[in-house]
């Protein structure tokens, strides 16, 4: 049987003081998670693995995660952080790869204030560190990225993308042809995969199946079986839904598809991609 992998899910302990978006206003998620808060989810919805994922902008965040994972045998590998305009940021990202537990790492885009940050071509050396430490580059982006994303993947053809949370679509105002058009030339790119998460706090309060179809069944059409990940993005999920009721959606969406190919985006995707040759498999 194929592992079931949480390809996303969050960390944090406030008194760390580099979660900088992390306020108050967030209600219930501003307070520490670790592992004993998600054992018992993952337990319940048979969850073999995880990808534990950055949430701060520090290299500090990311060697704090990869302890934890050291010692949390469901967390199979770390997405973590590593400042890419650094002049020795080829040498750094090095560094961080020597732990086999680091999968991939993240920029945090979204947060960025160049919304052009991708197209900078000073990038590059730091980019192709990733790749040449056989890491993945998770783009946290939001549609107004997609183009300047997609010019990056072109010009690095050897740096496998993961694409979170379907890149943000506000679901509430609705999606745009635009942004399907954006993201089908991403699709275009072998490299280049999906995540299926952060949906429901892009969306309506209390949406369910019904309103994410449409949306699932585009980026299937896009991607296919073989390049969609199924994540949680818990706690941040906590905002908008239970773990529950987010792995049951998921469920539900992808319902329709052969065996094979909800095994491959429940599991069998992220240990390919995340986990081949580095990682706790």
Not at 9 to 32: A, V
Not at 174 to 200: H, R, Y
Not at 248 to 262: D, F
Request: hydrophobic letters at 45%; aromatic letters at 10%; charged letters at 20%.
């Amino acid at each position: 049987m194929t592992l079931r992998i949480d390809a996303h899910q969050h960390f944090w302990t406030l008194k760390r003081g580099d979660y900088g978006w992390l306020t108050p206003d967030f209600g219930p998620i501003y307070r520490d998670f670790g592992p004993a808060d998600l054992i018992p989810l993952v337990m319940r919805n048979g969850i073999d693995k995880t990808i534990l994922v950055q949430a701060a902008p520090t290299e500090s965040e990311t060697h704090f995660l990869l302890g934890i994972a050291e010692v949390t045998p469901f967390v199979a590998g770390v997405v973590g952080w590593a400042d890419f305009e650094s002049k020795d940021a080829p040498w750094r990202i090095a560094d961080l790869a020597r732990n086999k537990l680091l999968v991939g790492l993240r920029p945090m885009v979204q947060d960025l204030p160049d919304p052009k940050w991708l197209a900078r071509h000073d990038l590059a050396p730091a980019l192709n560190a990733v790749a040449d430490a056989g890491l993945i580059f998770d783009a946290l982006v939001l549609p107004e990225h997609l183009p300047t994303l997609a010019a990056m993947i072109w010009r690095h053809p050897n740096l496998p993308v993961v694409v979170d949370h379907v890149a943000k679509p506000n679901l509430c105002k609705g999606i745009s042809e635009t942004f399907w058009n954006d993201m089908a030339i991403l699709a275009k790119q072998p490299q280049c995969v999906c995540k299926l998460s952060g949906l429901l706090t892009e969306a309506r309060k209390g949406a369910g199946v019904e309103d994410l179809k449409p949306v699932f069944n585009r980026m299937h059409k896009l991607f296919g079986g073989e390049r969609i990940l199924w994540g949680s993005d818990w706690p941040v999920l906590s905002l908008a839904a239970s773990y529950d009721d987010w792995f049951a959606i998921a469920q539900k969406l992808t319902g329709h598809l052969l065996p094979t190919e909800r095994d491959a985006i429940f599991g069998g995707n992220a240990k390919r991609i995340y986990l081949s040759g580095r990682g706790r498999g």
